[in-house]
């Protein structure tokens, strides 16, 4: 069965502070990789994506890795802000004809002053 | 405004009763998908339809019914409620053109069922 794994569960830290997340996934054959950002009482909004032949990808301070042969991926948040606090989530796709996704439960995020 | 507008944003409700949940979408996007996400687990995909004539069954699709009633409406039906159905549920778009992953959700209608 296609699992996405995701630690910590939760992470407090200092604003300004770097921290990163992780996801270990099981899914196979493997197609694409998307971090989501989920505030509060909102929709999660797109990250950054990544597919087999990437391994790093950048968006502003948020850095996600991608390395398709341990099947790991993490994302990296620089200089971290208040407006971070969010639950961050990792979704695999399939390489198949339905491209079906598996979604982590999350890693959610507090920064604090 | 917003790009995936879902209401009602907040809905209480008793076992038993039929319930609709709307979305619609500015995006243009021809893929939409309705998830649920309950504490401490992944988004559960529900539905999901590919066009207007499109409908399929995710994994979680049992005692929910969905209509797309055109390109830019999605909608979730719950004939009869029962308390574990109770959780937030999320309508999603994607660009066929543009992969296969939702790129753009709703805010949530977060759904009691007492």
């Known amino acids: 069965k296609n699992q996405v794994e995701q630690s910590p569960q939760s992470l407090i830290i200092l604003e300004g502070k770097n921290c990163t997340l992780q996801?270990?996934?099981?899914?196979?054959?493997?197609?694409?990789l998307r971090w989501y950002k989920q505030d509060t009482g909102r929709g999660p909004v797109s990250l950054t994506i990544?597919?087999?032949?990437?391994n790093t990808k950048s968006n502003g301070r948020y850095t996600a890795t991608l390395d398709a042969d341990t099947k790991q991926s993490s994302l990296h948040i620089t200089a971290s802000q208040l407006s971070d606090s969010a639950s961050y989530i990792c979704?695999?796709?399939?390489?198949?004809?339905?491209?079906?996704?598996?979604f982590g439960s999350g890693t959610r995020l507090q920064v604090q002053p | 405004d917003a790009d995936v507008t879902q209401t009602p944003r907040n809905r209480i409700t008793k076992t038993g009763k039929r319930i609709m949940l709307e979305c619609s979408q500015t995006?243009?996007?021809?893929?939409m998908y309705w998830y649920r996400q309950d504490p401490g687990l992944g988004l559960r995909l529900i539905y999901y339809?590919?066009?207007?004539?499109?409908?399929n069954k995710g994994e979680i699709s049992d005692g929910y019914s969905v209509s797309r009633q055109a390109q830019a409406k999605f909608s979730l039906s719950l004939e009869s409620a029962i308390p574990n159905q109770t959780a937030l549920y999320f309508c999603?778009?994607?660009?066929?053109?543009?992969?296969?992953?939702?790129?753009?959700f709703g805010d949530g209608t977060r759904l009691s069922i007492l």
């Open positions: 990544m597919t087999f032949s990437e």
């Open positions: 995006k243009g996007h021809d893929r």
């Open positions: 996801c270990n996934y099981t899914v196979s054959p493997f197609s694409n």
């Open positions: 339809s590919f066009d207007v004539k499109d409908i």
């Open positions: 999603a778009t994607s660009d066929s053109r543009q992969g296969t992953q939702p790129q753009h």
């Open positions: 979704v695999v796709s399939e390489d198949t004809g339905r491209r079906a996704l598996t």
